[in-house]
């Protein structure tokens, strides 16, 4: 018990005070308004250029970047400190008060498809429409998600938006598997005693409980969790914390999950991971110099003047065909060894895919992590001209702007540094696949004449466990060299001045 409670960030001096202070999410999510109050502001009325205006560089540069960061270094921080929530209360208010309650959202919407379908369209439409170029697009955006985020709430009870809607939600969830820290609770024995259940009931002093419905006592991990701390606030027994734990951890085992289920019976969740997974290597893919030739000679192919076919063309098979063929292609191959043991339990290929897809969630996050991080490494700075640009539009600064600042680190460091991150989650995922193999295969059962004894050395134990994780190993080594063909690849320097680096 002391040890869990050492680890628990909520008893720490100065920022659990803070973060269990019942207006700590409002004091974050009021400044993140106010940005981006301004960067609409700028964007829809401010410099044409994207480098010189405060919504490209805010949301593609300096946004992105430090999302990835808190992920790696925390858990899901900007679904804590959320603006898009300031609008949603307001629609609650409207939806108690004027449309009594609200409906549930529908159960055919209970599920992540539409999250995945609108997380597609955002990736093909950041191509097509070159949203990091147009300040004008990007400020249109926010106004969109804003009112979305709204009307959604004022219609749904609960935490539609967040659970089902919000693409960037989905990505803040993918992304916080990998985090080392988790909103769960201190001791178990404290929630099997407790008779209220307030932190996923509300507490009568009008306190909120879990919105997306992870129940405490049964939640395991950090999927579809906010980190809101709504149910740290209505826990009366303050046995909710902010946990450390071993990152990449919560994807080796597959547990019942509250609000969730299972993570092997959850296919419109297993095809979220694959398309952030795919996603991040086809995102940097599309911003090389490489690229280009290909994309206009897809066109010429095509018979047409127009990039969007072969955009769409490279689209479809990066996210859709290459994936399909690849991951079935290692859950056939990861049978073998229910097959040579046989097992009298032979689990199906979706089961199988649903649950080794998770193996890869390190590296397509690493992969997110050096694209994002060296877009963030070479236009940081860019925030202090650009602020200083927008201060002087609006009479409030009268000093030169310094149009030269924008890298953080020298350019040699770019590639190592994205190395590291690929290294690192290539590591995270052959643990992982090797993990979930164990976990996998050790719980199969016998076949009926063992009699209970161990397998034959050759068939049973680590080396079934090696065999069932060898196809997603294989697959994790591919795109990691890939991944790494790609960084090195001359990159566009999107929303800065320079266009474009060798090594990016
Ligand atoms: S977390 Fe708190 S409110 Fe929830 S079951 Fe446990 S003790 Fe009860
Ligand atoms: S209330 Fe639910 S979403 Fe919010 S921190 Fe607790 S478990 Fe996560």
Same mark, same amino acid.
């Given at each position: 018990?002391?040890?869990?409670?050492?680890?628990?960030?909520?008893?720490?001096?100065?920022?659990?005070?803070?973060?269990?202070?019942?207006?700590?999410?409002?004091?974050?999510?009021?400044?993140?308004?106010?940005?981006?109050?301004?960067?609409?502001?700028?964007?829809?009325?401010?410099?044409?250029?994207?480098?010189?205006?405060?919504?490209?560089?805010?949301?593609?540069?300096?946004?992105?970047?430090?999302?990835?960061?808190?992920?790696?270094?925390?858990?899901?921080?900007?679904?804590?400190?959320?603006?898009?929530?300031?609008?949603?209360?307001?629609?609650?208010?409207?939806?108690?008060?004027?449309?009594?309650?609200?409906?549930?959202?529908?159960?055919?919407?209970?599920?992540?498809?539409?999250?995945?379908?609108?997380?597609?369209?955002?990736?093909?439409?950041?191509?097509?429409?070159?949203?990091?170029?147009?300040?004008?697009?990007?400020?249109?955006?926010?106004?969109?998600?804003?009112?979305?985020?709204?009307?959604?709430?004022?219609?749904?009870?609960?935490?539609?938006?967040?659970?089902?809607?919000?693409?960037?939600?989905?990505?803040?969830?993918?992304?916080?598997?990998?985090?080392?820290?988790?909103?769960?609770?201190?001791?178990?024995?404290?929630?099997?005693?407790?008779?209220?259940?307030?932190?996923?009931?509300?507490?009568?002093?009008?306190?909120?409980?879990?919105?997306?419905?992870?129940?405490?006592?049964?939640?395991?991990?950090?999927?579809?969790?906010?980190?809101?701390?709504?149910?740290?606030?209505?826990?009366?027994?303050?046995?909710?914390?902010?946990?450390?734990?071993?990152?990449?951890?919560?994807?080796?085992?597959?547990?019942?999950?509250?609000?969730?289920?299972?993570?092997?019976?959850?296919?419109?969740?297993?095809?979220?991971?694959?398309?952030?997974?795919?996603?991040?290597?086809?995102?940097?893919?599309?911003?090389?110099?490489?690229?280009?030739?290909?994309?206009?000679?897809?066109?010429?192919?095509?018979?047409?003047?127009?990039?969007?076919?072969?955009?769409?063309?490279?689209?479809?098979?990066?996210?859709?065909?290459?994936?399909?063929?690849?991951?079935?292609?290692?859950?056939?191959?990861?049978?073998?060894?229910?097959?040579?043991?046989?097992?009298?339990?032979?689990?199906? =290929?979706?089961?199988?895919?649903?649950?080794? &897809?998770?193996? !890869?969630?390190? %590296?397509? +996050? #690493?992969? $997110?992590?050096?694209?994002?991080?060296?877009?963030?490494?070479?236009?940081?700075?860019?925030?202090?001209?650009?602020?200083?640009?927008?201060?002087?539009?609006?009479?409030?600064?009268?000093?030169?702007?310094?149009?030269?600042?924008?890298?953080?680190?020298?350019?040699?460091?770019?590639?190592?540094?994205?190395?590291?991150?690929?290294?690192?989650?290539?590591?995270?995922?052959?643990?992982?696949?090797?993990?979930?193999?164990?976990?996998?295969?050790?719980?199969?059962?016998?076949?009926?004449?063992?009699?209970?004894?161990?397998?034959?050395?050759?068939?049973?134990?680590?080396?079934?466990? =090696?065999?069932?994780?060898?196809?997603?190993? &294989?697959?994790? !080594?591919?795109? %990691?060299? +890939? #991944?790494? $063909?790609?960084?090195?690849?001359?990159?566009?320097?999107?929303?800065?001045?320079?266009?474009?680096?060798?090594?990016?």
């Amino acid at each position: 018990m002391t040890n869990v409670h050492r680890r628990d960030l909520l008893t720490w001096p100065i920022l659990g005070p803070f973060l269990k202070w019942r207006h700590a999410r409002t004091a974050m999510q009021a400044p993140l308004l106010l940005i981006a109050g301004l960067m609409i502001f700028d964007g829809l009325v401010g410099p044409r250029l994207a480098p010189k205006n405060l919504a490209t560089v805010g949301v593609w540069l300096h946004y992105r970047g430090l999302v990835v960061l808190a992920l790696l270094v925390a858990g899901n921080l900007f679904c804590m400190a959320c603006p898009f929530m300031l609008p949603r209360q307001v629609g609650r208010w409207l939806r108690e008060r004027l449309f009594g309650g609200g409906r549930n959202v529908p159960a055919a919407l209970r599920n992540k498809w539409l999250a995945a379908g609108l997380v597609l369209v955002f990736f093909f439409s950041y191509e097509v429409f070159s949203l990091w170029s147009s300040p004008w697009l990007t400020a249109w955006i926010a106004v969109g998600y804003f009112l979305v985020a709204f009307l959604v709430d004022t219609v749904f009870r609960g935490a539609t938006f967040c659970k089902y809607v919000c693409p960037l939600g989905q990505f803040n969830f993918f992304g916080s598997l990998i985090s080392p820290l988790e909103i769960k609770v201190k001791e178990q024995t404290v929630c099997a005693a407790c008779r209220t259940k307030d932190c996923i009931r509300g507490s009568s002093s009008n306190v909120r409980g879990c919105e997306l419905w992870l129940f405490q006592e049964r939640k395991a991990g950090n999927m579809d969790c906010t980190f809101c701390l709504d149910c740290v606030h209505a826990c009366p027994c303050a046995n909710v914390g902010l946990i450390t734990r071993t990152p990449t951890a919560e994807l080796w085992t597959d547990p019942f999950r509250s609000g969730i289920g299972r993570f092997s019976q959850r296919l419109d969740l297993a095809a979220l991971v694959v398309i952030f997974v795919f996603g991040s290597f086809i995102n940097a893919f599309a911003m090389i110099r490489p690229v280009y030739g290909l994309r206009e000679n897809l066109a010429r192919w095509l018979g047409t003047t127009s990039p969007v076919p072969g955009l769409a063309l490279i689209f479809v098979i990066g996210l859709v065909v290459l994936p399909i063929v690849l991951v079935s292609g290692a859950a056939w191959l990861g049978r073998a060894p229910f097959v040579f043991r046989r097992s009298s339990f032979l689990p199906p =290929l979706r089961q199988i895919t649903a649950r080794y &897809i998770y193996a !890869l969630v390190p %590296l397509g +996050f #690493g992969m $997110w992590l050096a694209h994002y991080s060296f877009h963030f490494l070479t236009g940081a700075l860019t925030v202090v001209p650009v602020a200083q640009s927008f201060l002087a539009d609006v009479g409030l600064y009268r000093g030169a702007v310094q149009w030269g600042m924008g890298p953080v680190v020298p350019t040699d460091w770019l590639f190592p540094i994205e190395a590291v991150f690929m290294y690192a989650g290539a590591t995270g995922s052959l643990i992982g696949a090797f993990q979930i193999a164990r976990n996998q295969v050790e719980s199969a059962p016998l076949p009926p004449n063992s009699g209970g004894n161990s397998l034959p050395p050759r068939l049973g134990g680590r080396g079934a466990v =090696l065999a069932a994780a060898a196809p997603w190993m &294989i697959l994790t !080594l591919l795109l %990691l060299a +890939f #991944g790494l $063909w790609v960084l090195v690849q001359p990159m566009e320097m999107r929303g800065t001045f320079m266009y474009s680096l060798p090594g990016g």
